[in-house]
């Protein structure tokens, strides 16, 4: 499907393709033809999913007839109204309103709290077709008489999850309570709680329900695994899993920069195509590396979590933690690279004993335990490959002992596994059916190893984008 299935008129293509872009997102190809049709949406869906394309495009579809270049505020009214919860936000869609709409005489601008109101206020009085804005900045210069909404006819609330998070609810009311009930109403949200779902009906109009699946969380349609190892043997098993389940890209991850090159170079040694990412290399070097692994001809890239944050690659199927990250947080960011757009992923963890304590802190991040696996035709102690052979008569029962479920040893065990896993773990005894709990102070120790000097422990909200973290040099 391309942008020109969807109806869109040329200014909108052209935009579209000056930016690269080829064929919709699911959510683009479902909502932008709904909202042309002047439907009422409830979007679930994250960032990283197009959503903002998703709305905007109709959404500039649909005033594209009033544009104008006339110097008259009267001739600017304020026609569609969008609400995010941050300024971050604000600033992110406002660009997406002006990049998207460059070809078309419409006015935005964009409001929000923390900096002087005058520049807004001037924008505002000058007239503008499109407002972003933070509820509290919008309503402070309702209050000013800087703005009026009795000619909104589209309204968009973006990461609504968000805005009921923060408090925003009596601020949205008193915004609906100034803008006209028949009006086109559209609300994205990456949850559906319960207050979503209030709030969608106090809002909205027989909504189409648009669901797309999430691209930074584990995703369900994630295969995680677990090959508990010994550290001496991870590079031989490593290539030993490439070769044999005939991986084609998999994307390795390390924790140190230092450590990214010497790896490739042992897997090139291997025979197996690699290559390694990471902020040391130019940013040339970097999108070279990238593009051949895009394309194709280097099956390995060995990256650390904060050279593959730019990495987007649509069907990835495999992710390789050759080493288990510092904090579970970053496990999730890690295998967020694959799974995405609904095709199924493998997120595969060579675990060796010193680890097993960041094993038990995903696990209770995940909140289900991680099934076991064992390489076939792979020797752990020694660390190579070792032929395969017939199994003889004493084998097969002490297979199937192996397989059976570890005897939890606290009261709190976890649920079953699916029919794969192996042990069932009750970890620290940490209750796998209870929502996120903060590390242990055992778990936050190790965290902490004196290895990742002047590395912090980064809290929840990093994986939220709410903080920003360097790569240490
Ligand atoms: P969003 O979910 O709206 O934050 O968008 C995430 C990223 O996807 C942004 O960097 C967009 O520029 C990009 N994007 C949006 N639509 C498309 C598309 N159809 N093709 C490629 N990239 C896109």
């Known amino acids: 499907m391309s942008f020109a299935d969807l109806n869109l008129i040329p200014e909108l293509q052209r935009a579209v393709a000056d930016e690269g872009y080829t064929e919709p997102t699911p959510i683009q190809a479902k909502a932008i033809p709904a909202v042309l049709e002047r439907r009422d949406i409830m979007g679930c869906a994250q960032t990283g999913t197009g959503k903002t394309a998703g709305f905007t495009l109709p959404m500039l579809q649909l005033l594209a007839p009033y544009a104008n270049s006339s110097p008259s505020p009267a001739r600017h009214p304020v026609r569609t109204l969008i609400l995010t919860p941050t300024r971050e936000l604000a600033a992110q869609v406002s660009d997406s309103v002006r990049t998207y709409g460059k070809h078309l005489k419409l006015r935005s601008t964009v409001v929000y709290g923390g900096v002087d109101m005058t520049p807004q206020t001037k924008a505002l009085r000058e007239g503008v077709d499109i407002l972003i804005a933070t509820p509290g900045r919008l309503l402070d210069h309702v209050q000013q008489k800087s703005v009026s909404l009795g000619q909104v006819e589209i309204l968009i609330l973006d990461e609504a999850d968000r805005m009921l998070d923060m408090?925003?609810?009596?601020?949205?009311?008193?915004?609906?309570?100034?803008?006209?009930?028949?009006?086109?109403?559209?609300?994205?949200?990456?949850?559906?709680?319960?207050?979503?779902?209030?709030?969608?009906?106090?809002?909205?109009?027989?909504?189409?329900?648009?669901?797309?699946?999430?691209?930074?969380?584990?995703?369900?349609?994630?295969?995680?695994?677990?090959?508990?190892?010994?550290?001496?043997?991870?590079?031989?098993?490593?290539?030993?899993?490439i070769r044999s389940r005939e991986m084609k890209q998999v994307l390795v991850f390390l924790r140190m920069k230092k450590d990214c090159n010497k790896l490739a170079r042992e897997l090139e040694r291997d025979g197996i195509n690699a290559a390694a990412i990471h902020s040391d290399r130019t940013q040339a070097e970097r999108e070279l590396a990238l593009a051949d692994f895009k394309d194709g001809r280097t099956t390995a890239l060995v990256a650390t979590d904060i050279a593959a944050r730019g990495i987007d690659i649509a069907e990835l199927p495999f992710v390789i933690n050759y080493e288990l990250p510092y904090t579970p947080e970053d496990y999730v960011h890690r295998i967020g690279r694959t799974g995405r757009a609904g095709l199924p992923g493998e997120a595969i963890s060579l675990v060796s004993p010193d680890e097993e304590r960041l094993l038990i802190e995903i696990e209770k991040l995940l909140k289900r335990p991680i099934p076991r696996k064992t390489p076939d035709n792979f020797d752990l102690d020694r660390g190579r490959e070792q032929r395969p052979r017939r199994e003889t008569r004493n084998e097969a029962p002490r297979r199937e002992a192996q397989a059976a479920p570890r005897p939890a040893s606290q009261p709190h065990a976890p649920p079953r596994a699916p029919a794969q896993a192996k042990p069932q773990r009750a970890g620290d005894g940490f209750d796998f059916s209870k929502p996120y709990q903060p590390s242990t102070a055992a778990g936050a120790a190790m965290q902490k190893p004196p290895a990742i000097r002047g590395r912090t422990h980064r809290p929840a909200a990093a994986l939220l984008g709410g903080l920003a973290f360097k790569d240490k040099k």
Do not use: C, W
């Open 167 to 241: 408090g925003f609810l009596p601020d949205i009311r008193r915004i609906m309570a100034l803008i006209p009930t028949q009006r086109q109403s559209l609300l994205f949200s990456a949850t559906f709680s319960e207050d979503i779902k209030k709030l969608a009906n106090q809002l909205l109009r027989n909504p189409l329900l648009i669901e797309v699946a999430r691209r930074n969380a584990p995703a369900d349609l994630v295969e995680h695994q677990v090959y508990e190892t010994p550290a001496a043997s991870k590079r031989a098993l490593l290539a030993h899993l």
